[in-house]
């Protein structure tokens, strides 16, 4: 598998933050468009798995396919980047600003948004044959959760809006740790087997990830979903986004940034001048 530390891939993620600043207006967009686009038809085969079988496990596990496949890739998510770009500005890597890393996050967003509408417009084709007939199982099923994670939280008011937020929290932090993982080892087989363990947590217990809903409640809208634009805008994709962000930035960039980047002393005894131990520390 070609392990590699956790010493040595903290240093990685604030590279890989420093080039996502750096990264060029069209290669971004291009990137960040192809990963929604993957993203979201991995979420159609996960939900037409669900439907076909009745077995929401087996779908949960073939879900991160898609996942590795854009990482592998080279494509970029917003969950990725909400993680990595923020490590370069706190490293002080020169050049490196929080306007960058603003702009970063606007152009991913914009790429991300725009590749999962494409898949959402093409699969909406296909559940529907071109428009002429009432979507089949899977497309029924796509707007029912559209529903089902819109009006249902709106309809718990703030303890929904809360709800929301926290799933969207606990999506990143198992995400983003797909994402880093993805850094433990050199070889192929090594980073999907990495990525996709905590993958599978994320889909199975149902937690919210803002790019795989840029393609469900686009497409559950288009496929006769009882809800709106505003529904999905206000109860889903801006709490979801905040919490994706909060996930991301603190359980996983901040966490292994604070121990592994900037790694205190340790606080293993000091041998005197004759080898004896002594009550003295190194300074933390």
């Not at 898609?66 to 890739?73: A, E, I, S, V």
């Not at 703030?158 to 606990?170: Q, S």
């Amino acid at each position: 598998m070609s392990y590699i530390t956790p010493a040595e891939f903290s240093t990685k993620m604030v590279d890989a933050g420093e080039s996502k600043i750096f990264m060029s207006t069209k290669d971004t967009l291009i990137r960040s468009f192809m990963a929604g686009a993957i993203l979201a038809l991995a979420a159609a085969f996960a939900v037409t798995i669900a439907v076909n079988t009745g077995n929401f496990l087996v779908a949960s596990l073939l879900f991160p396919v898609g996942f590795c496949t854009l990482y592998l890739l080279g494509f970029d998510l917003l969950t990725g980047v909400f993680t990595l770009a923020p490590l370069a500005v706190v490293a002080k890597r020169p050049g490196c600003t929080w306007r960058g890393v603003f702009r970063n996050w606007g152009l991913v967003f914009c790429g991300n948004f725009a590749g999962a509408l494409t898949t959402a417009v093409m699969m909406a084709i296909v559940f529907t044959t071109g428009f002429s007939a009432e979507p089949n199982a899977v497309g029924q099923k796509i707007g029912q959760i559209g529903e089902a994670r819109t009006l249902g939280y709106a309809s718990a008011g703030a303890a929904g809006m809360l709800t929301v937020f926290t799933r969207a929290v606990l999506c990143n932090w198992m995400v983003s740790t797909g994402v880093v993982a993805a850094m433990m080892s050199s070889s192929v087989s090594g980073k999907i087997m990495a990525m996709w363990m905590p993958i599978i947590v994320f889909f199975y217990l149902g937690f919210e990830h803002s790019i795989v809903n840029m393609f469900l409640f686009p497409s559950g809208i288009m496929l006769g979903g009882e809800f709106t634009w505003f529904d999905y805008l206000a109860y889903n994709e801006i709490p979801v986004v905040i919490g994706n962000l909060v996930g991301g930035l603190t359980f996983v960039g901040g966490m292994i940034y604070a121990t592994h980047f900037k790694q205190s002393p340790s606080r293993k005894p000091v041998l005197g001048a004759n080898g004896d131990m002594t009550d003295r520390m190194p300074a933390e």
